[in-house]
T-cell receptor
Framework: GAVVSQHPSRVICKSGTSVKIECRSL??????MFWYRQFPKQSLMLMAT?????????EQGVEKDKFLINHASLTLSTLTVTSAHPEDSSFYIC?????????FGPGTRLTVL | RKEVEQDPGPFNVPEGATVAFNCTYS??????FFWYRQDCRKEPKLLMS???SGNEDGRFTAQLNRASQYISLLIRDSKLSDSATYLC???????????FGTGTRLQVFP
C-alpha cells in the first residue's frame, strides 16, 4: 500500500509554545490530506481536511486559528498547534487518500507540560 | 446518538476461537464501509473494505446490512497476533471523510 510519514513521532513541549507536525505522502501525490486527533480510549476524530493550494476545511468545534494547516505541495501537509496547552496533549494522525483508500501516517504523540 | 457505534469490549477469546464484532451507523446515506485495525499507540491500518454482497479475506469475513445499517466482522481461528482494536469506519456521500467508531478491543489468549 501507499506510504505516509509523519514527523516528529513524539514531541514534548512547554505550555504556550507552538509545535509543527509534518505529514508526507512518500510514493504518491495527495491533493487531500486529513488530520485526526485521538485521545486515550476514544475514537479518531477528524479535525480538518487539508486541500493542496487552498484553505483547509475545519470540523465543527476545531479552532482554525489554533490549529494551523498548510498544504503547500501535493506531498506535504503541516499542522501547527499554536500556543499549546496541556489539554492539547493527544495523538495526532494524518492520512492521505489514494483512489478510495485512506492511508494513515504513524502518528505524532504530543505531550504539553 | 453516535454516528458509528461499536461495543468497546474487550473480547477475550482463546486461540482458535471464532469471534464476531458488530457495528451500527446512523446515516442511511453512507456509501463506503471499512474495518480498520489499530494496535496500541499505533496508527489505524485498513483491514478490509465491506461490500453489500459480503466479502472474505482469509480468516476474516465482513458483512453489510444496509436495511439495518449494520456491519459485522467475523474472525475465524483467532491468532495471538489478532489482538488489537478493530475500528468500524464509514464515509458519506461525495466525501472522503471517514467517521470512526470507538473500536472494539480484542484480546486473544494462548
Amino acid at each position: 500500500g501507499a506510504v505516509v510519514s509523519q514527523h516528529p513521532s513524539r514531541v514534548i513541549c512547554k505550555s504556550g509554545t507552538s509545535v509543527k507536525i509534518e505529514c508526507r505522502s512518500l510514493d504518491f501525490q495527495a491533493t487531500t490530506m486529513f488530520w485526526y486527533r485521538q485521545f486515550p480510549k476514544q475514537s479518531l476524530m477528524l479535525m480538518a481536511t487539508s486541500n493542496e493550494g487552498s484553505k483547509a476545511t475545519y470540523e465543527q468545534g476545531v479552532e482554525k486559528d489554533k490549529f494551523l494547516i498548510n498544504h503547500a505541495s501535493l506531498t506535504l501537509s503541516t499542522l501547527t498547534v499554536t500556543s499549546a496547552h496541556p489539554e492539547d496533549s493527544s495523538f495526532y494522525i494524518c492520512s492521505a487518500s489514494q483512489t478510495d483508500t485512506q492511508y494513515f501516517g504513524p502518528g505524532t504523540r504530543l505531550t504539553v507540560l | 446518538r453516535k454516528e458509528v457505534e461499536q461495543d468497546p469490549g474487550p473480547f477475550n477469546v482463546p486461540e482458535g476461537a471464532t469471534v464476531a464484532f458488530n457495528c451500527t451507523y446512523s446515516n442511511s446515506a453512507s456509501q463506503s464501509f471499512f474495518w480498520y485495525r489499530q494496535d496500541c499507540r499505533k496508527e489505524p491500518k485498513l483491514l478490509m473494505s465491506v461490500y453489500s454482497s459480503g466479502n472474505e479475506d482469509g480468516r476474516f469475513t465482513a458483512q453489510l446490512n444496509r436495511a439495518s445499517q449494520y456491519i459485522s466482522l467475523l474472525i475465524r481461528d483467532s491468532k495471538l497476533s489478532d489482538s488489537a482494536t478493530y475500528l468500524c469506519v464509514v464515509n458519506g456521500i461525495n466525501t472522503d471523510k471517514l467517521i470512526f467508531g470507538t473500536g472494539t478491543r480484542l484480546q486473544v489468549f494462548p
